[in-house]
């Protein structure tokens, strides 16, 4: 079946770190990849997404890559600040007939301190 | 509305008791979504809607949980005879477009929390 794993959390970094978020995923066919995140109190919001393999996502200075031979995707930031602080959820979705179905890892926290 | 509007945020329901949730997409959205998210999880889809068509209900647990959306706007969530595993946060999330689309982007809500004791 289809499934996502992400590494568990929370990740606790200092300001201006550098962040790795790991995600792998199982999928049949071609899975479209992305990561949500979830800020204190707020929905879910799509931070970056990629449609196929050797794609790279970015916004807000976060990338990941689509790597097909190893299935993953995972997220980075050269330099966190504590606004990025927030809960981060892979997810990948299957086919034309289902591109709707989202399934999300479990989710990682990440806490940026000053 | 900006956003997706869900409402109640917070629900603690008796066990047995019936539960409505209510969510009120981004205005001119034709498509609908509902996801369960359990404490400590990754959201878990649920049910689909195309307008007023609900394409896809396959994510529902059980014959407790009824979805509409009867005017292809505001959609109400319905859980019956609710128990302690229906304790979850419940999100709704609208789309522009039909999901078949290229391009869409889902817009979540803040969801509504769900306590059965």
């Known amino acids: 079946g289809n499934s996502v794993t992400q590494m568990e959390g929370p990740v606790t970094l200092s300001e201006e770190a550098f962040l790795t978020i790991n995600c792998t995923y199982t999928a049949t066919g071609y899975p479209s990849l992305f990561w949500y995140v979830q800020y204190p109190g707020e929905g879910l919001q799509l931070l970056l997404k990629?449609?196929?393999?050797?794609d790279k996502g970015s916004n807000k200075g976060f990338e990941a890559t689509y790597r097909k031979e190893t299935t993953s995707f995972h997220l980075e930031k050269g330099s966190v600040q504590v606004s990025d602080s927030a809960v981060y959820f892979c997810?990948?979705?299957?086919?034309?007939?289902?591109?709707?179905?989202?399934?999300f890892g479990s989710g990682t926290r990440l806490l940026v301190r000053p | 509305g900006a956003g997706v509007s869900q409402s109640p945020r917070y629900k603690v329901a008796k066990r047995g008791q019936d539960v409505a949730l209510r969510c009120d997409p981004i205005s001119g959205h034709v498509s609908l979504f509902w996801y369960q998210q359990a404490l400590g999880q990754g959201p878990e889809f649920l049910t689909y809607?195309?307008?007023?068509?609900?394409?896809?209900k396959s994510g529902l647990p059980s014959d407790r949980f009824f979805a509409e959306r009867p005017e292809g706007s505001v959609s109400t969530l319905k859980i019956q005879r609710t128990q302690q595993e229906d304790s979850a946060v419940y999100l709704c999330?609208?789309?522009?477009?039909?999901?078949?689309?290229?391009?869409?982007?889902?817009?979540f809500g803040e969801g509504s929390w769900l306590t059965v004791v």
């Open positions: 999330a609208s789309s522009l477009r039909p999901m078949e689309s290229s391009g869409n982007t889902i817009y």
């Open positions: 809607f195309q307008n007023e068509a609900q394409l896809d």
């Open positions: 997810a990948l979705s299957v086919g034309v007939d289902s591109s709707y179905k989202l399934i």
């Open positions: 990629a449609t196929k393999a050797d």
